[in-house]
């Protein structure tokens, strides 16, 4: 496929989480489709993203479809909802998920914790609300790096509670909620990262304050693999992030902002400021530690709308809802 002049990357959290597991192959595979399927697919068929991040699509807990995606791809998204012309996507990728994936140690002594709270990542089914990346671009699978297994405790100045978890949950529970993955795609003759991620919102705990210390530093390590640390291993035993000379894009629902909201604000500023890349054709990034208002606000629109990103453009991070277009 020829390099456009234009890419659009866009993520958009749909919201599909079943009671139990299948529930949402049930769904998509039905012979009338829901209104909110049908909303759905005709969201996206009018914003027409090259590549988005669909966060919150169940799928099994262990990656792959279940024939969930596939369904929502060729039965919706391949038939026009209302107007709009269909969009194909015959590039995917559904990555394992650590929610619903119970540890194997006593979490907490904590009363009442419900069987969700005793996963890796909230989920009461291993596989819900995962998230997935639908392409127009082919995805190099073989090259693709995970973090799903990375422990909380091997992030350097973590911030796991002291008096909430037991010391066997400490060395056991995985830093990511879901997952954080760097997704090679090609674009003609040349290759772009797409970071993407969902770390837990920063809310739905207690005084000990787990989720909103786990936001912070999910968004840590996700500046750890654009800053390239040492100190981050991926789930095939490799060091470091991204090196400097890789273009890449950052989407995901990071359940934070830098000036609102409930989480912590710190972490969430060096994502938007940490590297400004150039790209060009062939895709060359000039990396440089600037701030420049006009990219804090391009990396600000996850509540602001989907990205069209020129491949001569300056670029950070890109976080991005599907609700109206943008163009830079």
């Known amino acids: 496929m020829t390099a456009p002049s234009t890419l659009r990357f866009a993520q958009f959290n749909l919201s599909l989480a079943g009671r139990k597991a299948g529930d949402i ?3 998509m595979q039905a012979p009338t489709p829901s ?23 169940d799928h099994p807990g262990d ?26 996507y015959p590039y995917r990728y559904l990555p394992a998920t650590n929610t619903g994936l119970k540890l194997t140690v006593p979490v907490s002594a904590h009363p009442h914790l419900t069987d969700a709270q005793q996963c890796h990542g909230f989920g009461d089914y291993h596989g819900q609300f995962g998230f997935v990346i639908i392409s127009r671009y082919p995805i190099e699978d073989t090259a693709i790096c995970t973090w799903q297994h990375f422990a909380w405790h091997q992030l350097p100045h973590h911030q796991i509670p002291s008096d909430y978890y037991t010391e066997a949950a400490k ?19 040349q290759q772009i990262r797409l970071v993407a991620c969902h770390p837990t919102p920063p809310v739905f705990d207690g005084p000990e304050k787990r989720n909103w210390r786990r936001n912070s530093d999910e968004i840590h390590q996700l500046i750890g693999l654009l800053d390239n640390a040492d100190w981050l291993v991926d789930d095939k035993g490799v060091h470091g ?32 400021t940490i590297r400004v890349c150039t790209l060009m054709s062939p895709l060359v990034r000039r990396c440089q530690k600037v701030r420049r208002p006009s990219l804090t606000r391009f990396a600000l629109s996850m509540a602001k709308g989907g990205q069209s990103l020129p491949i001569t453009a300056g670029c950070a991070s890109i976080m991005s809802c599907l609700r109206e277009s943008w163009r830079c």
């Open 171 to 189: 060395k056991k529970l995985r830093l990511a909620s879901k997952n954080l993955v760097s997704v090679p795609i090609s674009i003609g003759d």
């Open 25 to 27: 192959k049930s769904q």
């Open 35 to 57: 209104r909110q399927i049908k909303n759905l697919a005709a969201t996206l068929q009018r914003v027409r993203p090259d590549v988005v991040v669909l966060c919150e699509f």
């Open 241 to 272: 992030g991204l090196s400097s000379e890789i273009p890449f894009v950052v989407i995901g629902d990071l359940n934070a902002d830098p000036s609102y909201g409930d989480g912590i604000n710190k972490p969430l500023v060096p994502c938007l």
């Open 63 to 88: 990656g792959g479809d279940d024939g969930a995606l596939a369904a929502f791809c060729e039965r919706h998204l391949a038939k026009s909802q209302d107007g709009d012309p269909p969009i194909d």
